[in-house]
């Protein structure tokens, strides 16, 4: 898993790439859990997120939870079809803004 976090004005901005799997969750979480702080906006960019199991999923839903907490939106932009279709399985695009890969501006 590839990762990087940056702070831009009011949203914190999380890249991730390769795999977002069992063996990585917990750094995902450790890494951007933290830095949600009084952002209104977290915007997870997912072009390069290949795949994502049920641990994954789990970190994603946690940040969900964490973003709710102090009232910011959570949105997974630039989604993979693969990864979509994981995403609409699990519910998860009922939680959070899910954008496409195809449907990015």
């Keep these: 898993m590839k990762l990087n976090v940056e702070?831009?004005?009011d949203r914190l901005f999380v890249q991730i790439g390769g795999q977002l799997l069992y063996s990585e969750a917990d750094q995902f979480k450790e890494?951007?859990?933290p830095k949600i702080g009084q952002h209104s906006t977290v915007t997870v960019d997912c072009e390069n997120l290949e795949f994502i199991d049920?641990?994954?999923?789990?970190?994603?839903v946690?940040?969900?939870?964490?973003?709710?907490?102090?009232?910011?939106?959570?949105?997974?932009?630039?989604?993979l079809p693969e990864v979509q279709k994981l995403l609409?399985?699990?519910?998860?695009?009922?939680?959070?803004?899910?954008t496409g890969i195809d449907e990015a501006a």
Excluded at 62 to 79: F, P, S, T, Y
Excluded at 88 to 98: D, G
């Design 7 to 9: 702070d831009k004005e």
């Design 31 to 33: 890494e951007v859990l």
């Design 54 to 60: 049920s641990a994954g999923t789990g970190a994603i």
């Design 62 to 79: 946690r940040l969900w939870k964490e973003c709710r907490m102090v009232g910011a939106e959570l949105e997974l932009i630039r989604v």
């Design 88 to 98: 609409h399985m699990t519910r998860l695009h009922q939680l959070a803004k899910v």
